[in-house]
C-alpha cells in the first residue's frame, strides 16, 4: 500500500530525534516529557480523568459515545525504563475514538529504580482493580506497544497462571516480546529502522532484569506456554527490528491453538501509531484493530 507524505515527513523526524542519536536513560526520559509538551490540544469531546489507583497514577479517556460498559487497558511503552501518561495521551485518545470505548492508561513503575517484576505487578493489580469496579472479564480489552506489548502479553500469562478471568482480547503493536534479541531483524532490518537500536534495547533489558532472567516468559513471553491464552492481534512494521518478535510471538501463541491475527505493515515505523491523528496510518491501525476485537467484545 502507498504511503501517506505524512507518513516519510514523520519517519524523517522519528530517525533523527532517536536512531541517530544514543542517548542515556535520563536523557530519554527528558526527551519523552518535552515531546509531551507538543502534543497540541485533545479534542473537545473527549475527557481527561487523572486518577490514582492503589499507589498507581492512571488516566481515564473518554470519548464522546463511548461504550460504558467496556474498558481498554493500554500498558505503555518505552523499554521498561521510559514512557508516560503524558506521552501516550494522544495515541490513545484515537484509539479510544475508534474503538468507541473508554481507555485507561496507568504509568506502571519503570526500571532501573524498579526492576522486573514491578511493571507485571503493577498490570495485575490495574487489571484486578477494573473486575472490583464491576467490569466483566469479557467487557476488557488489554492492549501494548512496544515493551508494553510483551508487557501485557505476560501479565495476561500470569492472570492465567493464577486463575483469575481473562480479558475478551489482547492487541499488541510493534511488541519487544524477546528481550534476549535472538530475532535475525535485528540484523536484517537494521538499515530500514528508523527508531530502535539494538545495543540500546540490550542497555534497557538489562536495567530491567538480570540476565540469567532474560529468557523467563514474563520477561520475554516469546518463550511462554499459550495454552488458554485469549485472540491476540499483533501489528508490526516490516522496517523494524522487532519485526521477529512479532512473528515470533505469534507463532508460539498460534502453535497453542490460539486465535491469532498478524498484520505486517510496510514502509512504517516501530509504534507508527504514538502519532495519534497527526498520521492517516494510525486511523488505519486502529480500524483495523476495531475489526478484530468487535466480534470478540460483542459476542
Excluded at 535520563?26 to 526527551?31: G, H, P
Excluded at 484509539?95 to 522486573?116: C, D, G, I
Excluded at 506497544?145 to 492487541?171: H, T
Amino acid at each position: 500500500m502507498r504511503r501517506s507524505l505524512r507518513s516519510h515527513v514523520w519517519k524523517f523526524i522519528i530517525r533523527k530525534m532517536y536512531k541517530e542519536k544514543r542517548m542515556t536513560i535520563a536523557e530519554i526520559r527528558t526527551q519523552d516529557v518535552n515531546a509531551a509538551k507538543f502534543a497540541g490540544r485533545f479534542p473537545k469531546d473527549v475527557e481527561i480523568e487523572h486518577i490514582n489507583i492503589d499507589g498507581i497514577a492512571a488516566a481515564w479517556i473518554r470519548p464522546a459515545g463511548a461504550d460504558k460498559t467496556k474498558a481498554l487497558l493500554h500498558i505503555h511503552g518505552g523499554g521498561y525504563v521510559t514512557g508516560s501518561i503524558a506521552s501516550y495521551t494522544r495515541m490513545c485518545i484515537l484509539m479510544a475514538q475508534t474503538l468507541k470505548v473508554n481507555v485507561l492508561l496507568p504509568a506502571y513503575r519503570l526500571a532501573p529504580e524498579h526492576p522486573f517484576p514491578a511493571a507485571v505487578d503493577d498490570v495485575l493489580k490495574i487489571y484486578r482493580w477494573l473486575l472490583r469496579q464491576g467490569y466483566q472479564s469479557k467487557d476488557i480489552l488489554i492492549s501494548g506497544d512496544s515493551a508494553g506489548g510483551g508487557l501485557c502479553v505476560a501479565a495476561v500469562i500470569a492472570l492465567r497462571d493464577q486463575g483469575d478471568a481473562l480479558p475478551a482480547a489482547v492487541i499488541c503493536l510493534s511488541p519487544w516480546a524477546d528481550l534476549t534479541l535472538q530475532g535475525q531483524s535485528h540484523v536484517t532490518r537494521f538499515k530500514s529502522e528508523a527508531m530502535l537500536n539494538t545495543e540500546t534495547l540490550r542497555e534497557w533489558a538489562l536495567a530491567y532484569t538480570n540476565k540469567e532472567n532474560l529468557g523467563n516468559p514474563l520477561v520475554s513471553p516469546t518463550f511462554a506456554d499459550f495454552h488458554d491464552f485469549p485472540p491476540l492481534l499483533i501489528q508490526v512494521s516490516g522496517n523494524e527490528v522487532l519485526l521477529d518478535d512479532a512473528i515470533a510471538l505469534a507463532e508460539k501463541a498460534e502453535s497453542a491453538g490460539v486465535e491469532v491475527s498478524l498484520k505486517i505493515w510496510d514502509g512504517l515505523w516501530h509504534v507508527w501509531q504514538i502519532v495519534g491523528d497527526a498520521l492517516p496510518e494510525s486511523k488505519m491501525a486502529f480500524e483495523e484493530v476495531e475489526v478484530f476485537v468487535r466480534p470478540h467484545l460483542y459476542s
